[in-house]
């Protein structure tokens, strides 16, 4: 991947990653900070609703975990990409973590 995207605060708000097509190669998520597990959503969807929007992959935390997931020939999206971190998984999760979770994308 080409582009790096980062949130050092991600929360329940979708952030944009890309707004168009593309492939993604690694999902980063530091959630050192909480001291219970969080769960970053990915849509591939321009403006997800979080809570109601489904999400096309669900990426777990643990507690004072940092994790990464790699996909070294990349997982191809077709239209934009958003993230968000909450603490329940599934669709309904819409609670942001108490503390700071860094996530990081990588995409090209």
Known sequence: GTNIIEDATSNSTAETA???GGTLYQVYI???ENTSRVFVKLYANASPTVGTSDPDFIFPAGANE???FDFPQGVAYVTAL???CVTAGGTAGTVSPTNAVKVRLTIG
């Open 30 to 32: 530091d959630n050192t």
């Open 66 to 68: 940092t994790i990464q």
């Open 18 to 20: 890309d707004a168009s």
């Open 82 to 84: 958003t993230f968000a």
